[in-house]
């Protein structure tokens, strides 16, 4: 593989790592709230309910309201629920694309320094022919 293809590579691995980010975290973020309003109302903290539902309702419109039905719903009072597991998921799903987006930036990061070694060398040489 040359370079051009390695970049092009890193730059398509690093573009599709942010697309996963950018549509895994609506659905965590959805199942935290959902997490802490059955906390809140287990346990009768009504403030964090009243927010939380308030929430829920004012973000019902066609696209969110899918990611509201979609997104685990994650127990904080019982651990060993089954939701859990599919919360754990949606956290693993964004920790893929964390690591994807990071590792293409490696990459890249490694392109761009051995293309300065290479001008600086480059330089060099035009420079000691000089004398």
């Given at each position: 593989?040359?370079?051009?293809?390695?970049?092009?590579?890193?730059?398509?691995?690093?573009?599709?790592?942010?697309?996963?980010?950018?549509?895994?975290?609506?659905?965590?973020?959805?199942?935290?709230?959902?997490?802490?309003?059955?906390?809140?109302?287990?346990?009768?903290?009504?403030?964090?309910?009243?927010?939380?539902?308030?929430?829920?309702?004012?973000?019902?419109?066609?696209?969110?309201?899918?990611?509201?039905?979609?997104?685990a719903?994650?127990?904080l009072?019982?651990?060993?629920?089954?939701?859990?597991?599919?919360?754990?998921?949606?956290?693993?799903?964004?920790?893929?694309?964390?690591?994807?987006?990071?590792?293409?930036?490696?990459?890249l990061?490694?392109?761009?320094?051995?293309?300065?070694?290479?001008?600086?060398?480059?330089?060099?040489?035009?420079?000691?022919?000089?004398?």
């Amino acid at each position: 593989m040359n370079v051009q293809q390695e970049i092009s590579s890193a730059r398509k691995q690093r573009n599709f790592g942010l697309l996963i980010i950018l549509l895994s975290f609506p659905f965590i973020v959805a199942s935290m709230l959902l997490a802490l309003y059955d906390y809140s109302h287990y346990y009768g903290i009504g403030p964090i309910v009243r927010i939380t539902s308030a929430i829920y309702e004012q973000t019902q419109i066609p696209l969110i309201s899918t990611v509201w039905a979609i997104a685990a719903r994650p127990s904080l009072i019982d651990i060993l629920e089954i939701h859990n597991l599919w919360f754990a998921g949606e956290v693993l799903i964004l920790f893929v694309g964390v690591g994807m987006v990071g590792a293409a930036g490696a990459t890249l990061r490694d392109i761009a320094t051995a293309r300065h070694e290479a001008t600086q060398k480059m330089r060099q040489e035009q420079f000691h022919k000089k004398q």
